[in-house]
């Protein structure tokens, strides 16, 4: 199966020059998002970790459903103000703007190893900031896995830079 075929790009969304992945033919397709979970979690048996951090708001749905999966803790990176309980946050920088994101502050328990979990690697700004937040609270970010990086765009080679070990699943 080829999961690219699920995945139609829309030209310059959100602005000019952007194309979008809709991930929503994937989901849709019971088979083809069983079938992308099986391999994010044979990609994620390379790391030793004991919870999963899905990133606002795609993040959230691969997140659960290998969590779920994995048998594996899941905590949220959510975007700014949507936690009513004291929070870590961290901002910055996006392809076509800026952005933070928050992660409760007694989400995880001592000693969790995170991997970091989002659906699309772009510039690596989002990976990076989760990366910092995670750290910041006292936990360690044992790497980041992406359903599908946009190599282009050299994300992955700008996390290799901050030393946070990387994977996909798709590559375009």
């Known amino acids: 199966m ?19 992945r809709d991930i929503s033919p994937l989901l849709a397709n019971p088979a083809a998002f069983k079938e992308a979970i099986h391999q994010l979690n044979s990609i994620a048996q390379e ?22 999966h994995a048998h594996k803790g899941l905590a949220l990176a959510r975007k700014p103000n949507k936690l009513p309980l004291a929070s870590h ?24 190893k995170v991997l970091l979990l989002d659906d699309v690697l772009a510039t690596g700004g989002t990976l990076i900031s989760a990366d910092k937040l ?16 946009i190599e282009f765009l050299n994300g992955s080679a700008l996390l290799n830079q901050h030393q946070i070990i990387n994977r996909s699943v798709l590559k375009t």
């Not at 080829?2 to 979008?20: A, H, T």
């Not at 750290?135 to 990086?149: D, H, I, K, P, Q």
């Open 2 to 20: 080829n999961l690219l075929d699920y995945l139609p790009g829309v030209p310059d969304f959100p602005k000019p020059g952007i194309l979008f």
């Open 47 to 68: 790391f030793d970790y004991t919870h999963i951090l899905g990133i606002e708001a795609r993040g959230f749905i691969f997140g659960s459903a290998l969590a779920h």
């Open 89 to 112: 946050r961290e901002s910055y920088g996006l392809e076509y703007g800026t952005d933070s994101l928050e992660i409760a502050q007694s989400i995880l328990p001592s000693g969790a």
């Open 134 to 149: 995670i750290r910041s609270a006292g936990f360690e970010v044992v790497g980041a896995l992406t359903f599908l990086e």
